[in-house]
């Protein structure tokens, strides 16, 4: 089509929405590209709902929590006992809090027999991130806890084992739960909620 037959159809279809009533202003545009629809996160227990906008998911004091290796495969399961936010250090080199105080977190851990994954089960205060009710994260709550315990776990565990012991945390009055990575390929996060 020649310049001049272009322009004269565009001529002819503007004349025609005149003629209709229409103005430029009334035409509704087409609809553009939508946004993909964000996928679910990914449930890190099948007895629970999903993940949070976060990644994380809440597990229950006395609930086993599993922990996965890159390939899905797992490296042993933490299960938190007891919450104890007026924890008295027992420890031989125990210090003063630097915040405003300890906060005991009872873990059992146990790891499958295979050597294979067992090595790769770190868990420890400096693996937990702290919160406070509205879910912001709090600077680094392990402080000085690390020396607080004389029954302290972690950060690694033997293949074939279930040890139980304190995590302590030199925390803020604000930390309302606490989290750590269940799942390294999806950014996926269990969270114990401490005032449950």
Do not use: K
């Not at 025609?16 to 229409?22: H, K, M, N, P, T």
């Not at 086993?64 to 008295?88: K, M, S």
């Not at 565990?157 to 040890?163: H, L, M, Q």
């Amino acid at each position: 089509m020649s310049r001049r037959g272009a322009a004269g159809a565009r001529l002819a279809v503007v004349a025609a929405l005149a003629l209709a009533g229409c103005s430029d202003a009334e035409i509704a545009p087409g609809p553009g590209p939508s946004a993909p629809s964000p996928e679910p996160r990914t449930t890190l227990h099948p007895d629970a709902g999903a993940a949070d906008a976060e990644g994380r998911q809440d597990v229950a004091l006395g609930e086993a929590a599993t922990i996965l290796d890159d390939e899905g495969e797992p490296v042993g399961t933490v299960t938190l006992l007891e919450v104890d936010r007026e924890f008295e250090c027992d420890g031989e080199f125990a210090e003063p809090p630097a915040n405003d105080g300890f906060i005991g977190l009872r873990f059992e851990v146990t790891t499958p027999a295979s050597e294979e994954y067992a090595s790769d089960l770190a868990f420890g205060e400096t693996y937990l991130s702290g919160y406070d009710t509205a879910g912001e994260f709090l600077a680094d709550e392990y402080g000085t806890g690390y020396l607080c315990a004389e029954d302290a776990i972690g950060p690694f565990y033997p293949a074939g084992e279930t040890e139980t012991g304190w995590i302590v945390l030199d925390a803020s009055d604000e930390l309302a739960a606490v989290a750590t990575e269940s799942d390294r390929r999806h950014d996926l996060y269990w969270q114990w909620r401490l005032d449950d």
